[in-house]
């Protein structure tokens, strides 16, 4: 999985949606003037998140965007997903499934499941927790390079 650009917005505003959870709706044109973003690629991309149920939209004069769940029950992987749109064609991911079976791949594929793996156990919140406060979340931090290294480690031995 590749962070791309509309990744890392989707990040971005899932963040400060739940920093400022509570605070009523945000709308894409604020969060893109907030941090200086493209408003019509935001918006897209909020469209996405809000399809993929990560973000509820809010119409009429106060309309907007809210977390539709609890950030502490939104993953990183959720949030990194939904912003980027599907591939264009099959044919593409086919072809890129087909580089990846090769024997040098295989340790490319076992990085790759172990970043996966721990987006999908990074939440929103840990993020949220890590902007604001590190010394809150230092020993979730910690906790999660000693996971991280323990994986690896075994992935290692098995291949």
């Not at 399809?51 to 977390?67: D, N, Q, R």
């Not at 749109?85 to 490319?108: A, D, F, I, K, V």
Request: proline share 3%; glycine share 8%; with cysteine.
């Amino acid at each position: 999985m590749l962070l791309t650009r509309r990744g890392c917005y989707g990040l971005l505003a899932a963040q400060h949606l739940a920093e400022h959870a509570g605070e009523g709706s945000v709308s894409s044109n604020d969060l893109a003037e907030l941090y200086g973003l493209p408003h019509e690629a935001l918006a897209k991309i909020l469209q996405r998140l809000a399809t993929a149920g990560v973000l509820m939209s809010h119409h009429g004069i106060k309309g907007g965007y809210t977390l539709a769940r609890d950030p502490r029950y939104i993953s990183v992987f959720d949030v990194i997903k939904a912003s980027d749109r599907p591939r264009r064609s099959s044919l593409h991911s086919e072809r890129q499934h087909r580089l990846g079976t090769g024997n040098g791949y295989h340790p490319l594929r076992m990085v790759s499941q172990v970043v996966e793996d721990m987006l999908h156990e990074l939440m929103i919140e840990d993020i949220e927790e890590k902007a604001s406060s590190p010394a809150v979340s230092q020993a979730k931090h910690q906790q999660s390079r000693l996971w991280t290294a323990d994986r690896f480690e075994f992935l290692i031995r098995s291949a």
